[in-house]
């Protein structure tokens, strides 16, 4: 992750901040992360639920609400374009098996649910994507 955050910072001049999932098992993964600085600024986000986004110093709240929302506007307004690679490819899978499920209760859940599919890359994108950090590289605006 050094060798990575470190090249981004050389290509683009900005300090990467590096958002890690630390809801459930993922705990042990963001404190190994910021125990070791294991490269960038680091910031831990718990998922919630619900459509709000709450930032305090190296930490995050999340709803999946709020990710899948701003993630389904950012891909409809063309804002996010994919390589032809087949990481991209397995993303675009994914983003095609992600689903919103809401039950009789109107408790809504989001994910990949059929026997077989992921969303692991969808949540990686849409932590990735979360916020609107505003740097400009030349003419081109990094969302």
Not at 104 to 109: F, G, L, P, W, Y
Not at 123 to 130: D, E, K, Y
Request: hydrophobic share 40%.
């Amino acid at each position: 992750m050094a060798r990575v955050t470190s090249k981004v910072e050389l290509k683009t001049g900005n300090t990467p901040t590096l958002y890690v999932d630390a809801s459930g098992v993922g705990q042990p993964v963001a404190d190994l992360i910021e125990a070791e600085g294991l490269g960038g600024e680091f910031t831990a986000v718990y998922f919630t639920h619900g459509d709000q986004r709450k930032a305090e110093h190296k930490k995050v709240t999340l709803g999946k609400a709020h990710l899948v929302s701003r993630l389904q506007v950012l891909l409809q307004c063309g804002r996010i374009h994919l390589p032809r690679t087949a990481e991209a490819e397995a993303l675009a899978k994914e983003l095609l098996d992600y689903e919103i499920q809401v039950d009789e209760n109107a408790n809504d859940k989001y994910g990949a649910f059929k026997v077989g599919t992921h969303d692991d890359l969808v949540t990686a994108l849409g932590l990735a994507v979360q916020v609107d950090h505003g740097h400009r590289i030349g003419s081109a605006h990094l969302w």
